[in-house]
T-cell receptor, first 112, second 113 residues
Framework: EAQVTQNPRYLITVTGKKLTVTCSQN?????MSWYRQDPGLGLRQIYY???????DKGDVPEGYKVSRKEKRNFPLILESPSPNQTSLYFC???????????FGDGTRLSIL | DAKTTQPNSMESNEEEPVHLPCNHS???????IHWYRQLPSQGPEYVIH?????VNNRMASLAIAEDRKSSTLILHRATLRDAAVYYC??????????????WGLGTSLAVNP
């Protein structure tokens, strides 16, 4: 089954403790992206990747890092999480930039 | 930034057609119009997209105004499963365009049995 898998689905952690949210897709898609969704603000793009080793900032990249060493994986790294990064995060992938995106089920992060 | 305007909420009855409007008066000539929906507790799901001509797929139809300043997503027969938040977004066909990708808050569609 074609899917985008995010882990963990839920995480409660403390300020400053590095964490990684993994994202994996099994559709051989070139384009992958991370979003955060906050009440009243909608979905905002954090980072995206056009292909392996090609990443670029989205609209709200501060406090996040990404890497794309393999085509299927696109982890989101919070080196020093802060409470304002408490949010619902979605990973998405698509064959190319302007093509339909497939989204994961989301990761709810709470940073205390 | 390419912004879209949608009603906050709409209501429909099951098995009736639903027309979800979207205004995008600042659309550029190369913007594609994409529609996604988000069911409760799920990630967004692609519905349809188009550039100038009307588009149909198994989920919905997309009607694009001649001047492209507005579009309408048409669900031909609403079902309870169609209750979701529907997002209309504009997307340039190339990355690195330094333009914010604005999803907005969408239209929350309620479907009555």
């Amino acid at each position: 089954e074609a899917q985008v898998t995010q882990n963990p689905r839920y995480l409660i952690t403390v300020t400053g403790k590095k964490l990684t949210v993994t994202c994996s897709q099994n559709m051989n898609h070139e384009y992958m992206s991370w979003y955060r969704q906050d009440p009243g603000l909608g979905l905002r793009q954090i980072y995206y990747s056009m292909n392996v080793e090609v990443t670029d900032k989205g609209d709200v990249p501060e406090g996040y890092k990404v890497s794309r060493k393999e085509k299927r994986n696109f982890p989101l790294i919070l080196e020093s999480p802060s409470p304002n990064q408490t949010s619902l995060y979605f990973c998405a992938s698509s064959p190319g930039y302007n093509q339909p995106q497939h989204f994961g089920d989301g990761t709810r992060l709470s940073i205390l | 930034d390419a912004k879209t305007t949608q009603p906050n909420s709409m209501e429909s009855n099951e098995e009736e057609p639903v027309h979800l409007p979207c205004n995008h008066s600042t659309i550029s000539g190369t913007d594609y119009i994409h529609w996604y929906r988000q069911l409760p507790s799920q990630g967004p799901e692609y519905v349809i997209h188009g550039l100038t001509s009307n588009v149909n797929n198994r989920m919905a139809s997309l009607a694009i105004a001649e001047d492209r300043k507005s579009s309408t997503l048409i669900l031909h027969r609403a079902t309870l499963r169609d209750a979701a938040v529907y997002y209309c977004i504009l997307r340039l066909p190339w990355a690195g365009n330094n333009r914010k990708l604005i999803w907005g808050l969408g239209t929350s569609l309620a479907v009555n049995p």
